[in-house]
Antibody, heavy 121, light 108 residues
């Protein structure tokens, strides 16, 4: 069965950096686009970033563009999110999510359990 | 950016009720709309995509309809497991994915 397991969350000071990982199993990771989606405490969902199955194209929400970098290692079945210049408003649970189809659709059919990032001094 | 507006924000209903949630887009998104269910402390779960296609394994009491700018999610007979928050999501393009603000379905 498909499993996505995020790690790397924690408490970081404003201006700091953090790298999230998402270990994937149960499907052919190298054939699917992957996303990061976040949810601030008590708030709704916000799409963060997308990477094509082969890493050739990446897209970001305006709120994180220039500060966050999505990447993947298909040999390790792992998705990453490098977060720099963190702000208080980046505090959220970060989910990795699998795209429904091999040709990216931005429909999220499987989600990880999430990892909490708290930006606070 | 395309804005998605759900109504109502909160809905109180009883087991067995027919429940309808509406989602409106600020411009036409054709049928590029999905619905998700989220329970407290859990990740969202895909219910419906392409406005009306039921995801595999989702009970048939869930249905979606609409196109253009107005969409609905209907639960034909509310079950105890259905009390949750529901989100619509437009996916008109990779870089312009937006969610509605959510509709919480509570026990009446």
């Amino acid at each position: 069965q498909v499993q996505l397991v995020e790690s790397g969350g924690g408490v970081v000071q404003p201006g700091g950096s953090l790298r999230l990982s998402c270990a994937a199993s149960g499907f052919t990771f190298s054939s699917y686009g992957m996303h990061w989606v976040r949810q601030a405490p008590g708030k709704g969902l916000e799409w963060v970033a997308f990477i094509r199955y082969d890493g050739s194209n990446k897209y970001y929400a305006d709120s994180v563009k220039g500060r966050f970098t999505i990447s993947r290692d298909n040999s390790k079945n792992t998705l990453y999110l490098q977060m720099n210049s963190l702000r208080a408003e980046d505090t959220a649970v970060y989910y990795c999510a699998k795209d429904l189809a091999a040709a990216a659709t931005s429909i999220f059919d499987y989600w990880g359990q999430g990892t909490l990032v708290t930006v606070s001094s | 950016d395309i804005q998605m507006t759900q109504s109502p924000s909160t809905l109180s209903a009883s087991v067995g009720d027919r429940v309808t949630i509406t989602c409106r887009a600020s411009q036409s998104i054709s049928s590029w709309l999905a619905w998700y269910q989220q329970k407290p402390g859990k990740a969202p779960k895909l219910l419906i995509y392409k406005a009306s296609s039921l995801e595999s394994g989702v009970p048939s009491r869930f249905s979606g309809s609409g196109s253009g700018t107005e969409f609905t999610l209907t639960i034909s007979s509310l079950q105890p497991d259905d009390f949750a928050t529901y989100y619509c999501q437009q996916y008109n393009s990779y870089s312009f994915v937006t969610f509605g603000q959510g509709t919480k379905v509570e026990i009446k």
